[in-house]
């Protein structure tokens, strides 16, 4: 019913919100990004938060994607356990709204001990197969707040491992001892590379971060190369997790900014990376969704 009549699309994340009207024939005409998260909405909100969507892109049906299906959202849709691909994922949507409004489930891993969730990753990483940016079978991760690593098998997911790199960044930039140092920009240079390079080594991390603040205060390092040089730091070790035993290439999907910084720690660590704009596979994924719903 979507994919013929056309529908809009949003990317509801924790602290954004990205919203598309795509018509039948899969062209997007339309579109804004506002910062209306899902922190943002009170409970008992969502019913007036998504008229607002139609009131700005038309009164179309709504799929929805990312953590407006957690628990801090409108409705939590169950995840689907890995593997999964767009099959499982339009099998098992939450209808908020019968034939108006529907959430993407996202997925889930257990293996062993480890646990892993993701809400809105896994239609970028589906999309940019879907569209060819990426192989079936490989490697990508999405830099972000909680980066993910996929292992993606047959076009489809089969395992992930999150790391919070960027809400350990943004912590240590909104409060602690490092905060005032680490407010202006991180650059890609010697400065960012150095601290890759010092976190692919993988050592203790909690250790590293203070040496940052002593290398500062003994005239070892320049306090303007604070934020570039903890990025980098955090980002290596990130890469040091993330790459594991996986051989050959790696994606990186995403927003530009954040990819460029993955890529360049790829290359440090001695591996491709290609880098994938994550609105052009978000809206690669979610009209894969579209296409199967009925």
């Known amino acids: 019913m979507f994919a013929q009549s056309g529908f809009i699309a949003v990317d509801w994340g924790t602290t954004n919100r990205r919203a598309y009207r795509v018509g039948g024939d899969g062209r997007h005409d339309a ?3 506002d910062d209306r998260g899902v922190l943002s909405i009170a409970r008992g909100g969502f019913p007036a938060a998504t008229a607002e969507i139609r009131a700005r892109l038309g009164d179309w049906p709504l799929l929805l994607a990312g953590m407006v299906g957690s628990n801090k959202g409108w409705v939590e849709a169950p995840y689907v356990r890995c593997p999964g691909g767009f099959d499982e994922l339009a099998a098992n949507v939450v209808w908020t709204e019968p034939e108006r409004s529907a959430i993407v489930p996202g997925l889930s891993y257990l293996a062993g001990d480890h646990a892993d969730v993701m809400r809105g990753e896994e239609v970028q990483m589906l999309g940019a197969v879907a569209r060819g940016l990426i192989p079936a079978d490989g490697l990508a991760c999405h830099p972000g707040t909680h980066n993910k690593w996929v292992l993606l098998e047959g076009a489809r997911i089969t ?5 919070m ?3 350990l960044f943004n912590m240590l930039k909104s409060r602690g001892i490092l905060a005032d140092w680490l407010q202006g920009p991180v650059e890609v240079g010697d400065v960012f590379l150095s601290g890759v390079r010092e976190g692919l080594k993988g050592g203790a991390m909690a250790a590293d971060l203070f040496a940052v603040r002593a290398r500062v205060l003994l005239g070892q390092a320049n306090a303007a190369d604070a934020p570039s040089f903890t ?3 955090l980002i290596g070790s990130d890469v040091f997790a993330g790459l594991g035993e996986a051989a050959g290439a790696v994606t990186v999907i995403g927003r530009p900014d954040l990819t460029r910084l993955y890529a360049a720690a790829i290359a440090e660590a001695g591996r491709e990376a290609t880098q994938v704009d994550g609105e052009e596979a978000f809206l690669a994924g ?4 579209a296409r199967r719903i009925s």
């Open 231 to 233: 990025s980098g730091l």
């Open 31 to 33: 579109e804004f990004e």
């Open 286 to 289: 979610i009209i894969e969704v």
């Open 165 to 167: 790199t960027g809400e």
């Open 159 to 163: 395992a992930f491992r999150t790391v």
